[in-house]
């Protein structure tokens, strides 16, 4: 039997705030970008009675290649790991760890030691139990090398060990203090899968065919065309901050993947699909004009998009040549160009829904005399033919290696042409996934691109510590490869402490040295844009992604 015990969650409505002007320039207005669904933990589409039945179509971008949560960074997962598993805690809509697969727990006053105490009942879809004895396995899973984790295992590192104390009952030692630890577990990437598939299974059949205990049950799984997933019938065990309990509403999802922005939009708006992921912003306005449709805007916890300097080689090795770049490049007409009013310029190095997000910081602004001046003082007087910038001879050239995708971003075009202002030459190179990712752990590009979304403020230690450049042994996410020993220490300080106060002290003072390090330049906040069937309704916004939670989404008939 399923109960609707509400139709609403509560709402943490994410404040916006004022912008802070950048150098010379001004902010964009919070207006001109669309405020009215950035809330994580809002239902959207509530009200009505719940029907049973029925199929959700829903097409997404890029197919991640493996659908076992520990061994992806793909953010599919954002949404998978919340069709097809279950995590020990889930952040209610305030953004705080709460219970789920755990019921509740004690923490050690060293900050070492988490005793769960873990809910009983709860089976995977094969019909292992859930209990202490599987959580140890999906650790051991995550952190094993032959997953090869890009981010599960990343994120508890820390993990020293675990002790069972009885069935349901698991002490968990670090092997140091870890603030993040509780929140890291509500993500997707570290959704518990069966300890019976993972002891059964290569790593390869784990990843076409992860088990978990979820609301749904894969199905099947074709790679580059889609995955189906039905409801697991007696399914009782959701968060209980989400008012719902009971198995899904839905018989099934069917997923496909649909790489071309256009085909994706028109075929939302034809009803193939009842749900698509990242709307392209340009068809945002289309959207929210349509009766038929319903349209989600929701911020990100983490990194905004940002374009990164690799400051271990020449140029960006040089703080002047990263500062003028910067100087010549008009992040607000980006913003403006790109985002179609559905984005909104980012002002430090986390998204402004980020805990301990400091709105004080100051980004360098656009201004071409300042960049000129550097560019000067640096060395680089001389001009060639067309105009660019020279020194003893030789070009200032910049490489910049990105994706071959179905639709490139005209961001990098943009970019390109601003820089060319002030005489710095940037050849872009589109490559093929694979290659990139090589050239990215290798260390072999002057410019990147991307967001990185996590829920928690511990992003700029991912993003920006020593410890997390790429290097043989780890697949570090360090791509500006900066590297400071101030910044290191308050970074570190704050995977430590629990105290609020020194959080929000050391938080600010590491982004504020980020500006000073210019390890590169937030562009917009990361925002996640979706649309769905105005007959699809209690879709949730999930509070650690800001993506939609369809357990208890229903369809009209």
Known sequence: MRFHLSTRLLAATVAIGALTACGSAGGISPASADASSRTAGAVLNGGGSPVDGGILHLSMSADPLCLDPHAISSDVEQIFGRILTDNLVYLDAGGNPGPWLAEKWDISADGKVYTFHLRKGVTFSDGAVFDAAAVVANFAHMLDPD????????????????????????????KQPYTPFLDVLAQGWLGLLSPKAIKESTPAQLCEKPVGSGPFVLTGYTKTQGATFVRREGYDWAPPQLGYSGAAHLDGIDVSWVGQDAVRFNSLVSNQYQATGYVPAQNAAAVKTNPNLVYSNVNRIGLPYTIEFNTSRAPFDDLAIRQAFVSAVDREALVKTVGFGERQLATSFVDRVTKYYDPAVKLRGHDLKVANELLDKAGWTGRDAEGYRTKDGKPLLVQWPVAQTATISPIFDLVQAQVKAVGIKVDIELLPSAQLTTRRYGGDYDLSAGVWHTNTPDVLYIKYATFSIPNATRLGQNTSRISDAQLDGWLEEARRTGDRAKLTDLYAKSQQRLAELVPGFPVYDNSVLWAFSAKLHDVVVDTSHGTP?????????
């Open 147 to 174: 997953t090869r984790s890009p981010l599960a295992g990343p994120y508890i590192a820390p993990y020293e060990g675990s002790r069972i104390v009885d069935p349901y009952t698991l002490e968990v030692t670090l």
């Open 549 to 557: 939670y369809f357990g208890y989404a229903w369809l009209e008939k």
